[in-house]
């Protein structure tokens, strides 16, 4: 339940993911907010899973709330392609370049109830598995999305995301490598949000520094057709992701660009 939540602080719930085999990070985006009692039902009802952190996301723009989900997505190429939306098509119809992909998945995942008394925002909650015993928590996530589908009439897998259990090799490999070398190893040691590794998906959502460069739309790159595709979007853009992957504290690059 709620009142078992072990509040970690942001910074904390920071480090846990960076630092655990036994972290994971559940997003539930808008689409699936009006369920947050069932989600938690879901999370008590499965053995070895303990809430260490719940906050919500203070995105305020559609701008932040697209580039949130190209953070949790990066590296995916239907973000540009828009390759699966004829599986979920919008009744306005596929969206136009660039990023078409994120804006497809952006409106599945930012859907908000009819005459909200306050616009709903995503919420993060920030796991911890017992790994002495197996966990049905992945295997579960698929009955508990065809529930929320039922209960808010969007798609279940826009509802929540959930990151991958973390390979105990990669995470050593992770701590013990330099900034530098990890961004040219290869994708298959990634630690990046398309791994769904949970610290870097953390950080984009909890930090205030990345919350902070969501909402000012990448600097204000995002706000324009014509910017947010161009080399220098594309240029900050990497910034930004490096350093959700890095373990930089001081003066964030991306708030300088």
């Known amino acids: ?23 994971a990070v559940l997003t539930v ?17 499965t053995n070895g899973v303990n809430v260490v952190h719940s906050s919500e996301v203070p995105l305020t723009t559609f701008e932040s709330e697209l580039l949130s989900v190209m953070a949790l997505y990066d590296g995916e190429d239907w973000l540009e392609t828009n390759c699966w939306y004829n599986e979920q098509p919008l009744p306005e119809g596929p969206p136009e370049g660039p990023y078409a992909g994120a804006k497809w998945k952006h409106s599945l995942c930012f859907q908000q109830p009819e005459a909200p008394s306050t616009k709903i925002v995503p919420t993060v ?11 049905s928590l992945w295997s579960s996530k698929y009955q508990v999305r065809s529930r929320l ?3 808010s009439g969007n798609p279940g897998n826009s509802c929540i995301h959930l ?24 994708s298959g040691n990634s630690m990046a949000c398309d791994s769904s590794y949970a ?9 205030p520094a990345s919350v902070k460069w969501l909402n000012s739309g990448a600097n204000g790159l995002a706000r324009c ?29 991306f708030l300088k660009l």
């Open 29 to 45: 985006w808008p689409s699936g907010g009006t369920c947050l009692n069932e989600v938690h039902n879901w999370l008590d009802s």
């Open 125 to 135: 909650l920030v796991l911890e598995i017992d790994e002495s015993q197996p966990s």
């Open 225 to 253: 057709k014509t910017t947010l595709g161009s080399e220098e979007f594309r240029t900050a853009w990497k910034v930004y992701t490096d350093w959700l992957q890095s373990q930089e504290e001081e003066d964030p690059p």
């Open 163 to 186: 990151t991958d259990r973390q390979d105990e090799s990669i995470l050593r490999q992770y701590q013990d490598t330099t900034a530098s070398s990890r961004s040219s190893s290869s």
């Open 199 to 207: 610290y870097t998906c953390a950080r984009a959502l909890l930090h």
């Open 149 to 151: 589908a039922s209960l």
């Open 1 to 23: 339940s709620r009142e078992n939540i072990m509040h970690l602080s942001i910074s904390d719930a920071i480090s846990f993911c960076q630092r655990s085999t036994a972290a």
